[in-house]
């Protein structure tokens, strides 16, 4: 019986059921939220493994990060002869210190085997979980390039993208029994194998994730053309869900997503990320977001985003872009340390509520949590005539938590320049005659840490790295 606008609109149950079923069958198909879906769980629990991908915008300063020299070394008369001016001294806000930091032993740990450069502060606490690699090659001094390379461990042809995702991959592997196995808020996400299973729901802000995550309303304005293409087959009365679920090619897709759509209609999850309402006090206190209003879309409010999606079982895969403005070229030293230290102060709060908080699985987070840290580059270790520094090939990242070794650091920039080193593959050990260390050896490395396949990246991982 073909049903018209007025009695599609007087049944909002099933009007209600199809825009769910829309919305989730968006996000399998175009990897993203184009517009609002139903999305609550039931009998959710935190996957045994979970990963974080924290994406430093800009290409950061390794000197203030996780590739420091000593001023008293690295001196300015000296610059001429090794190319490297830390440039501390340029730092006027108390809160930096004008040496690497050192680490003091945390209880129960090891000495620590690693300095950091003074933006990284006080998550240089958290050594005792950490790998450090330095002088990775980056192979561009393109942002864009850097940028999707290290989001997918291969190298992009032009600038576009080859290959999925990293946290794609990872969800495509394990298939997580989760609400939303992916989610990634201000950072690019890429499917090329998978089922739409895999594809992150992509988010600009919390306030995007919790109106997606809001069940719909009955006869409310659809919210976006996609959406009300998809229900009203472009405008034409839909004249029972048969025709719904198979025009436009889409029935396979828009079935596949009813089960993942009814396996989530019990509980609300868009009062997770409510951090206003009185249940999410505790939220508040701990990132300190009580000054801040809704929607906390700080790094700390992001940070808090990430705690809850793993914590209350939502996701497996978290994608983040944690810091921005350190695409710095003009006599901005304390700028781009201030805009680092955002960053990780805020990583420094999820790290340490992730590790104070049990998981059913035994231990702690963070002991199931894997982080990567990256950007798509460093700067130059000398500062240009502006007062401020260039692109660099030579990079480093930040590797935590479970699947790696801990209190560990490999490979090396030089002491003239700052050129990325070379090691052997196989030990680790700095090498005249080694290789170069890649983003697509990091990556190789963060899929064996959960014991899956990494051949997509055609190297080997890291093996040396893994716990």
């Not at 939502?314 to 403005?325: D, E």
Request: glycine letters at 10%.
């Amino acid at each position: 019986m073909k049903k018209t606008r007025q009695d599609d609109l007087s049944s909002p149950e099933r009007r209600n059921f199809l825009k769910a079923g829309a919305g989730f069958m968006g996000s399998l198909l175009l990897g993203g939220i184009p517009f609002k879906a139903v999305a609550q769980a039931t009998n959710m629990a935190p996957p045994d493994r979970c990963f974080v991908f924290v994406y430093f915008s800009g290409g950061w300063d390794q000197l203030l990060a996780f590739d420091p020299r000593d001023p008293a070394v690295f001196t300015a008369d000296r610059v001429s002869e090794t190319r490297i001016m830390p440039g501390y001294s340029l730092l006027t806000d108390a809160r930096f210190q004008q040496t690497p930091i050192l680490p003091k032993t945390r209880a129960g740990a090891e000495a620590p085997t690693m300095t950091f450069g003074p933006a990284v502060g006080a998550l240089s606490d958290h050594y005792d979980l950490m790998t450090l690699v330095r002088g990775i090659n980056m192979s561009t001094l393109t942002h864009e390039v850097g940028y999707r390379y290290f989001l997918t461990g291969k190298m992009p042809i032009g600038s576009a993208a080859r290959g999925s995702s990293t946290a794609t991959e990872i969800v495509g592997q394990m298939k997580p029994t989760v609400p939303i196995p992916s989610i990634a808020q201000g950072v690019e996400s890429y499917n090329d194998r998978y089922g739409g299973y895999a594809n992150a729901l992509r988010v600009s802000g919390l306030a995007d994730l919790v109106l997606t995550l809001d069940p719909p309303v009955a006869a409310r304005q659809l919210d976006s053309e996609i959406e009300k293409s998809l229900i009203d087959l472009n405008g034409m009365p839909i004249t029972c869900e048969e025709q719904a679920l198979t025009a436009r090619g889409v029935g396979t897709a828009y079935e596949s997503s009813r089960g993942q759509m009814q396996t989530v209609m019990e509980n609300k999850l868009s009062d997770s990320f409510r951090f206003q309402l009185a249940a999410n006090q505790s939220v508040r206190d701990f990132y300190g977001l009580n000054g801040q209003s809704y929607p906390y879309n700080s790094a700390a409010g992001r940070a808090a985003m990430v705690a809850t999606a793993l914590k209350k079982g939502i996701s497996q895969c978290v994608s983040i872009n944690l810091a921005g403005g350190l695409d710095t070229h003009f006599g901005t030293q304390q700028t781009h340390a201030t805009n680092q230290r955002t960053g990780f102060d805020a990583l420094n709060l999820l790290v340490n509520d992730l590790r104070q908080t049990a998981h059913p699985g035994g231990g702690n987070f963070m002991d199931h949590t894997t982080i990567l840290v990256f950007s798509e580059f460093a700067r130059t270790p000398t500062i240009n005539a502006t007062g401020g520094r260039d692109h660099h090939l030579s990079n480093s990242c930040l590797m935590m938590g479970a699947g790696i070794k801990h209190n560990y650091v490999v490979g090396r920039s030089g002491d003239i320049g700052m050129s990325p080193g070379l090691v052997d593959l196989r030990t680790g050990a700095n090498d005249p005659n080694g290789s170069n260390i890649f983003p697509e050896h990091i990556i190789a490395t963060v899929l064996a840490s959960a014991k899956l396949d990494y051949s997509i990246t055609r190297v080997d991982p890291l093996r040396f790295i893994l716990a």
